[in-house]
């Protein structure tokens, strides 16, 4: 049997090489590039591009990675990722452009001689009907482009964002948005775990819709700022 067909097998079998990163949530449909220092995770990189190309992505409850460390724990869910490109960014350093595909929950470790693999099983997203999909993705276009907008983005790049978004599927919307969207680590792993796209999205909606009342706050209070940061 030759290595693409093996590597075939393995994920027929829910078995792929393991990529812990620390500093992100991958959710699917995404596209992000990640920097790689650890000789592990390097080895996994390079096996994966010349082969079938499908890692796990689990993130480490330390938020650090402990390559020396047998006894790793991680966070329950996590993304298959396709490692689109590779390419070297400094000394000892490569670039990695990585797409996610799909989520998947985390099994068991299978200790390898160069690095990890892990046994997964996939998760399902499950999809509201159509009209409320349709609902859901509006609202939180409209939400990401306020927010936007009270941040100072060019009106014109808010416009080009706005109608790639307005092409996308609702759970690859939602997905995006969350995964651009600057709230909390904590939060992202909880709405990657969450099965129900529509509960997903709600949570988003939520949480932005806080960050921009933080905003008018600031806004509303800003002229009342002392010139002087001595005055109270």
Not at 193 to 198: R, S
């Amino acid at each position: 049997m030759d290595k693409e067909k093996k590597e075939e097998r393995k994920i027929e079998e829910n078995v792929v090489p393991l990529l812990p990163v620390s500093n992100m949530v991958l959710f699917p449909k995404t596209r992000t590039s990640i920097l790689i220092f650890d000789e592990k995770q390097k080895k996994v990189v390079f096996d994966s591009v010349t082969s079938f190309g499908i890692v796990g992505v689990f993130f480490p409850k330390s938020r650090f990675l402990k390559a020396k460390t047998e006894n790793v724990e991680f966070f329950p869910v996590g993304c298959a990722g396709k490692v689109i490109s590779f390419t070297e960014a400094g000394e000892n350093v490569y670039s990695i452009l990585i797409e996610g595909i799909f989520r998947m929950k985390f099994i068991d470790i299978i200790k390898g001689e160069h690095y990890d693999k892990v046994k997964f099983e996939i998760l399902p997203d499950i999809l509201p009907p159509e009209h409320i999909q349709n609902r859901l993705k509006t609202e939180i276009i409209e939400k990401a482009s306020f927010f936007l907008a009270r941040l100072g983005e060019d009106p014109v790049r808010i416009k080009e964002i706005m109608q790639v978004a307005g092409m996308m599927k609702f759970e690859e919307v939602v997905n995006w948005a969350i995964f651009l969207h600057p709230m909390k680590f904590s939060v992202k792993l909880e709405l990657i775990e969450e099965n129900d796209v529509e509960e997903r999205a709600k949570r988003f909606l939520q949480e932005i819709e806080k960050d921009i009342n933080y905003l008018k706050v600031i806004e509303l209070y800003r002229p009342l700022k002392p010139r002087d940061p001595r005055v109270n």
